[in-house]
DNA sequence: GAATAATCTGTGAACGTTTACAATGAAAAT
DNA sequence: ATTTTCATTGTAAACGTTCACAGATTATTC
């Protein structure tokens, strides 16, 4: 037994309803809507009090197309287990609501679907423009998108797509930063475990590691240095190998802040303290880094600005109707808490 | 210099388009598009390959214009900061993919605003249901939902929205099981750290605790119950609390993971073991759980098969056009890694 | 007071589909 | 051969807006 089969049952007040009771024409409702200054303002009184009083809400999608514009945006994410694209999010959200923007939101899960047809379908299901955050494998589909002129922006990225808009953060710098900082309270065997090799942040925070070192005339030490990848357990696993060596670090930096909890964890279980007989610094300074003890030292990624400059280019892509090419890496910093100390208190070297 | 202001730039290819090319009325290709049974297998073949050849998708929104139907749900949360929020998200994600659905992001941010405009603008945006995940304030809104028999499905709200349909998991017998888990390890001495308590799944929490020490005849100790609010900080403060009474807990139940892992960084902080000295338990099994050494201890919610079960409702209610309500729970199960240990082994009760 | 300009309002067409219905042609039944 | 039936196809109207243009007011100038 179905119930009314009625086309759309819950935007049922249109605009001309609205015309209706307020004794004027549609185009005149559209018209006060769009905000046109051409109605007489006390036309405009009356039909917006009409509005409230119907709770009318325009249908997105008969002005969606004649317009040609949806008001939406599509996002793409590779997963959303961690903080990490949370804090993204976050920045998207808040600068599309200025704008009365919606977000639509696509999760390949780590899966390598065409995506080429994925995009193709996404871009004609009336986004008006997309984000991709940490791309897989994005050279199939960007050409698609340059040579449809559709607007993107491309987040934590870099080193990719050579042309595109996209945003980022100072990998290198920030490992550089953090790196010094160890030497500059006197460690001198400074370990470090990367992330991903095949993302061009992880080869950055490398890279930058290494640059520190060599500017203070430290040798790189390859036993020093172990392949992560972003997860805790590797962090764990990665600082047992390290503190059994016979020519043990003095500090361990990894790329990212779960692997330094990974770190901290195996290290206290070995009956060590932190930072009293080794350093941990971190990466992303994701939330819970300041909710440990100690808390961690890491280097902050200005994830939620990231987002929020991503969607200002977008924004003005969109609004300019080309895509203008241009990156952009935003600063990191480095947060000193709990979870490093000068060399000299702990073995007077 | 403004660029060509055509009206829509990407979904160029119309259905007439595709009629001209394959030298059939556009009526034709709309019944090939929709599987319609009314056309020769012969004309269907050539639609078929002209609708590749120009790589043809056809316009969402005139098609929901008509149809009244737009294909895409609203999914209203309160923030993307946690694992747990993902997890749902990807079961959400896996149903609605068979189905072709799109998903379209609300996130509240925790600001409570005027959660009923939010909503009506939700609404007439357009979407065809909405999953309300760990909605803040519900009452306003909800009510408004039901009168315009607006598909809905809340998430892991249970006890608050006693008519609507809801998705939870078994949050009292998860607790129980935990509380006697601990209980038949030979523990006495239990102590319980509370989620925010104006979530009805951490009443029901405590719920359970109390009810497994009950049927063992263990009397409630208030002092050993602490108020948190599911952050890892509470969780340390809340275990340096309890380890510092004089008659303290042998183990601690915390009503989820993060803060079981506050806990734990409490506990080593103090030079004790875990579970050598003491066990502790979580509740949730986020993915960090499996990664921690010693392994959490934990009550899993099966937050995927939640978001899947979810939408699955939400699917049969925009089907048949009615809301229907009905309570689905989830069951938890316990997962035993190496957090905890008999009591025998502690001290020898 | 008439002519002109400025402001405001109504109307028709369009956006790209779906849907119901009418029209066509071929096959089947008489 | 004529009618009936059925499968297939074409066509008009509708969905709820925006936009351009025409029409109707009102204000301004002569």
Not at 10 to 36: L, M
Not at 114 to 140: F, M, T
Not at 297 to 321: F, H, Y
């Amino acid at each position: 037994m179905s119930k009314d089969s009625s086309r759309s049952q819950f935007n049922s007040i249109t605009i001309i309803d609205v015309a209706r009771e307020a004794g004027v024409s549609y185009g005149t409702v559209s018209r006060v809507i769009n905000d046109s200054p051409n109605v007489k303002e006390e036309t405009r009184e009356r039909v917006k009090e009409v509005i409230d009083r119907l709770g009318f809400v325009g249908n997105r999608n008969a002005r969606s197309l004649v317009s040609g514009k949806s008001h939406v945006i599509g996002l793409l994410i590779p997963d959303l287990g961690t903080a990490y694209i949370g804090e993204i999010i976050r920045g998207i959200d808040y600068e599309l609501e200025s704008i009365q923007y919606n977000l639509m939101l696509y999760t390949t899960h780590r899966r390598e679907m065409k995506e080429s047809g994925y995009i193709s379908s996404l871009i004609q299901s009336g986004v008006d423009g997309v984000i991709l955050i940490l791309p897989r494998n994005p050279a199939i589909y960007l050409e698609k998108l340059r040579s449809l002129n559709f607007p993107y922006v491309l987040v934590d990225h870099q080193g990719i797509d050579e042309q595109g808009p996209a945003v980022g953060a100072t990998n290198y710098q920030g490992a550089f930063d953090a790196t010094e900082y160890l030497l500059e309270l006197g460690h001198r065997r400074i370990a470090f475990i990367t992330g991903t090799m095949d993302l061009g942040c992880s080869q950055e925070r490398l890279l930058g590691y290494k640059a520190a070192l060599q500017k203070h005339q430290i040798p790189f030490t390859p036993e020093w240095v172990i392949e992560g990848d972003f997860e805790q357990a590797t962090g764990y696993s990665g600082a047992q190998t390290l503190m059994s060596l016979v020519n043990r670090p003095t500090a361990i930096f990894a790329s990212n802040d779960m692997m330094a909890f990974g770190v901290m964890n195996a290290v206290r279980d070995m009956g060590l303290k932190i930072p009293g007989d080794i350093s941990v610094i971190g990466f992303d300074d994701i939330f819970q880094s300041s909710q440990t003890m100690p808390g961690l030292t890491t280097v902050r990624q200005p994830l939620e600005q990231m987002g929020r400059e991503a969607t200002r280019m977008l924004i003005a892509m969109m609004k300019e109707n080309t895509i203008k090419p241009g990156k952009i890496e935003l600063p990191t910093r480095l947060v000193t808490r709990d979870s490093c100390k000068p060399l000299e208190a702990i073995q007077g070297n």
